[in-house]
T-cell receptor, first 111, second 112 residues
Framework: GQNIDQPTEMTATEGAIVQINCTYQ??????LFWYQQHAGEAPTFLSYNVLDGLEEKGRFSSFLSRSKGYSYLLLKELQMKDSASYLCAVVEQTGANNLFFGTGTRLTVIP | DADVTQTPRNRITKTGKRIMLECSQT?????MYWYRQDPGLGLRLIYYSFDVKDINKGEISDGYSVSRQAQAKFSLSLESAIPNQTALYFCATSRTGSYGYTFGSGTRLTVV
C-alpha cells in the first residue's frame, strides 16, 4: 500500500521563503510529483523528481531523498498568487504506474 | 481550446438519478483517468483506462461505471446518485511511458 503525509495548512508572508514537506511510504517507487492547485481549478504540474537531489525551476525547487522517503517543495520570493494547495504525488511501481496523491497542503500567502 | 475538456462544469442532481460526466482530450494520450476530490481526502482514483479495450477499477469504484468510447473520450456514470457522491471530479490523461498527468478543469457535482 501507499501512504503520503504532508501538512494540511501553512501560512507565509509575501516575499518570504516557504518549504512544504512530504513523506511517503510505498511498496515501490517510480518518482514523485508536485502539483499546484488553485481553489476549484485543475492541478497543474510543478515538478518531477525520480533521482535524489534538488531540482530548481525559477522560484520553485523540489528535493527528493529516496532512502528517507522524503521530499520538499521550496517556494522563494512568495507572491500572493502562490496561495494555493500543493499536492505531493508518487508514482506507484506497479504495472499500472498510476499516481497516488497526498491530501495536499493549503498555503496562504499574507501581505 | 483546452487539451482536456470536461462537461458539464457544474451539475446539481437529485438522489437516485442517473448522471454522466464526459471527458474528451486532444492530447493524443492513450491513458485516461477519473478522480474525485473531497476536502481533506485529496484526489482518489475511481477508474482508469489504458486504451479503448482496457478498463480498470481504482481505489473507489463502487457506485460508478465508465465507458471508453474512443481513444479521446472517457465518460463516468453514476447509475443512482447519492449525496455522498457530492464532490469535485477530475478527468486526467497521460501517455504510456510518461508519468505526468494533464487534468481537465473539473466537474463540480452536487447530489441533493
Amino acid at each position: 500500500g501507499q501512504n503520503i503525509d504532508q501538512p494540511t495548512e501553512m501560512t507565509a508572508t509575501e516575499g518570504a521563503i516557504v518549504q512544504i514537506n512530504c513523506t511517503y511510504q510505498t511498496s515501490g517507487f517510480n518518482g514523485l510529483f508536485w502539483y499546484q492547485q488553485h481553489a476549484g481549478e485543475a492541478p497543474t504540474f510543478l515538478s518531477y523528481n525520480v533521482l535524489d537531489g534538488l531540482e530548481e525551476k525559477g522560484r520553485f525547487s523540489s528535493f527528493l531523498s529516496r532512502s528517507k522517503g522524503y521530499s520538499y517543495l521550496l517556494l522563494k520570493e512568495l507572491q500572493m498568487k502562490d496561495s494555493a494547495s500543493y499536492l505531493c504525488a508518487v508514482v506507484e511501481q506497479t504495472g499500472a504506474n498510476n499516481l497516488f496523491f497526498g491530501t495536499g497542503t493549503r498555503l496562504t500567502v499574507i501581505p | 481550446d483546452a487539451d482536456v475538456t470536461q462537461t458539464p462544469r457544474n451539475r446539481i442532481t437529485k438522489t437516485g438519478k442517473r448522471i454522466m460526466l464526459e471527458c474528451s482530450q486532444t492530447k493524443g494520450h492513450d491513458r485516461m483517468y477519473w478522480y474525485r476530490q473531497d476536502p481533506g481526502l485529496g484526489l482518489r482514483l475511481i477508474y482508469y483506462s489504458f486504451d479503448v479495450k482496457d478498463i480498470n477499477k481504482g481505489e473507489i469504484s463502487d457506485g460508478y461505471s465508465v465507458s471508453r468510447q474512443a481513444q479521446a473520450k472517457f465518460s463516468l456514470s453514476l447509475e443512482s446518485a447519492i449525496p455522498n457522491q457530492t464532490a469535485l471530479y477530475f478527468c486526467a490523461t497521460s501517455r504510456t511511458g510518461s508519468y505526468g498527468y494533464t487534468f481537465g478543469s473539473g466537474t463540480r457535482l452536487t447530489v441533493v
